[in-house]
């Protein structure tokens, strides 16, 4: 029987505690490449004419082309370079929710290590990445329709406080619901980067395949593990969030994801002594369910 969401999160603090410094170095160095490209592509937007000095917001003043083209390339870039990272993130969070040793921070770079790994990662994030597209699609073209609704209403409106209000209301409504159908549809994809560390040489299919098997009739659960994280918000306003917030979050994930593939196991009636499961025999298992 899958854990409760407080036994889980439990398990994910007392896992945490042995590798706490190393979670908030990894957490840094995310930011500082997050960071370090925020400031490439500022610098291209000075070059390029689109952001001057006396600006003091951060973001461009307006749009030309050669700004959208570099600006792609350079998210694109930021984008393939660092899907090794990403991964070798989940795998140290992985490891550590085994309770044992400590990864070191320098095991997130494991993933750089080959080219069939890299290949592997980028297949993998591709494969989650495209299909999330689809879904993220139907989030923003109702919030952009409705948006650009309320901006007709008002401008044809008498534009008093309760219209305004009302407005803003439904706005606030109708993105929020948008928001957590995205995340149901989406959230399936969430343990990939866990499960390629749990079977290191299945397939992206078969990882795919197994990432959807891990959330199935979960979702509910899943999201009332993550929405808990809201009472965490108040120490955001005086910690520093990726102190506390995103350490926690990943290891709660990796928990989670640990508990479910053991559940899938047990289900194939063969549990690992790592608690990790077979992609052949969990994939074979779904297509028999299915006939």
Same mark, same amino acid.
């Given at each position: 029987?899958?854990?409760?969401?407080?036994?889980?999160?439990?398990?994910?603090?007392?896992?945490?505690? *042995?590798?706490?410094?190393?979670?908030?170095?990894?957490?840094?160095?995310?930011?500082?490449?997050?960071?370090?490209?925020?400031?490439?592509?500022?610098?291209?937007?000075?070059?390029?004419?689109?952001? $001057?000095?006396?600006?003091?917001? +951060?973001?461009?003043?307006?749009?030309?082309?050669?700004?959208?083209?570099?600006?792609?390339?350079?998210?694109?870039?930021?984008?393939?370079? $660092?899907?090794?990272?990403?991964?070798?993130?989940?795998?140290?969070?992985?490891?550590?929710?085994?309770?044992?040793?400590?990864?070191?921070?320098?095991?997130?770079?494991?993933?750089?290590?080959?080219?069939?790994?890299?290949?592997?990662?980028?297949?993998?994030?591709?494969?989650?990445?495209?299909?999330?597209?689809?879904?993220?699609?139907?989030?923003?073209?109702?919030?952009?329709?409705?948006?650009?609704?309320?901006?007709?209403?008002?401008?044809?409106?008498?534009?008093?406080?309760?219209?305004?209000?009302?407005?803003?209301?439904?706005?606030?409504?109708?993105?929020?619901?948008?928001?957590?159908?995205?995340?149901?549809?989406?959230?399936?994809?969430?343990?990939?980067?866990?499960?390629?560390?749990?079977?290191?040489?299945?397939?992206?299919?078969?990882?795919?395949? +197994?990432?959807?098997?891990?959330?199935?009739?979960?979702?509910?659960?899943?999201?009332?593990?993550?929405?808990?994280?809201?009472?965490?918000?108040?120490?955001?306003?005086?910690?520093?969030?990726?102190?506390?917030?995103?350490?926690?979050? +990943?290891? $709660? $994930?990796?928990?989670?994801?640990?508990?479910?593939?053991?559940?899938?196991?047990?289900?194939?009636?063969?549990?690992?002594?790592?608690?990790?499961?077979?992609?052949?025999?969990?994939?074979? *298992?779904?297509?028999?369910?299915?006939?």
């Amino acid at each position: 029987m899958m854990k409760t969401i407080r036994e889980i999160k439990g398990e994910a603090v007392e896992r945490l505690k *042995s590798c706490w410094a190393e979670s908030v170095m990894i957490s840094l160095l995310e930011l500082g490449i997050y960071c370090l490209t925020y400031t490439v592509l500022l610098m291209t937007a000075r070059v390029t004419g689109v952001h $001057t000095a006396n600006n003091v917001i +951060l973001i461009p003043e307006k749009f030309s082309l050669p700004f959208v083209i570099s600006a792609i390339v350079i998210l694109a870039v930021h984008y393939i370079a $660092t899907i090794p990272l990403h991964f070798g993130i989940r795998w140290f969070f992985w490891q550590n929710s085994t309770g044992k040793d400590v990864m070191p921070v320098s095991s997130v770079f494991a993933c750089y290590s080959s080219r069939e790994t890299r290949s592997k990662c980028l297949s993998i994030k591709l494969a989650a990445d495209v299909r999330k597209l689809g879904w993220g699609l139907l989030f923003v073209v109702p919030v952009c329709a409705e948006l650009f609704l309320a901006d007709i209403i008002w401008q044809n409106s008498a534009k008093g406080e309760d219209v305004q209000i009302g407005l803003l209301a439904g706005c606030i409504i109708m993105t929020a619901g948008a928001w957590v159908f995205y995340m149901i549809c989406t959230i399936k994809y969430i343990p990939a980067g866990y499960i390629m560390a749990a079977n290191p040489y299945a397939a992206a299919g078969e990882i795919i395949a +197994l990432c959807k098997r891990t959330s199935k009739r979960k979702y509910v659960y899943i999201l009332k593990m993550y929405a808990g994280n809201i009472r965490h918000a108040p120490l955001i306003i005086f910690i520093f969030p990726i102190l506390v917030l995103r350490p926690y979050m +990943l290891m $709660t $994930t990796a928990v989670s994801v640990r508990e479910s593939l053991k559940e899938i196991d047990g289900e194939n009636g063969a549990v690992n002594t790592d608690n990790t499961v077979s992609a052949d025999n969990a994939v074979g *298992s779904e297509k028999d369910n299915g006939r």
